[in-house]
């Protein structure tokens, strides 16, 4: 059974930064995709950032230039370096890793203080 681990969320002021970790059971060279996403309050669910095996970025519109994820393939981690934090960046942030099917982590709140 895979676990994801999600961590480094918390409460900070805008303009603010944070580190969000998630930490996989079991090696991450074994899932093809790794990412992060969101769900804000009263929305849906939305993608932030993805990283292929292959060290390839994707990001969404809305935090480009903001955010960067990152990966250690040693420490079975991945990282979503968050900086210039707005408002509306306020979210439970969730760890995917896709390997024939998805697998999600149990969400870390992020909230942004204006």
């Known amino acids: 059974q895979v676990q994801l681990v999600e961590s480094g969320g918390g409460l900070v002021q805008a303009g603010g930064s944070l580190r969000l970790s998630c930490a996989a059971s079991e090696s991450i060279f074994s899932f093809n995709v790794m990412g992060w996403y969101r769900q804000p309050p009263g929305k849906q669910r939305e993608l932030v950032a993805t990283i292929t095996i292959g060290g390839v970025t994707n990001y969404d519109d809305s935090v480009k230039g903001r955010f960067t994820i990152s990966r250690d393939n040693a420490k079975n981690t991945v990282y979503l370096q968050m900086n210039s934090l707005k408002a509306e960046d306020t979210a439970v942030y969730y760890c995917?890793?896709?390997?024939?099917?998805?697998?999600w982590g149990q969400g870390t709140q992020v909230t942004v203080s204006s």
């Open positions: 995917k890793a896709i390997r024939f099917r998805a697998y």
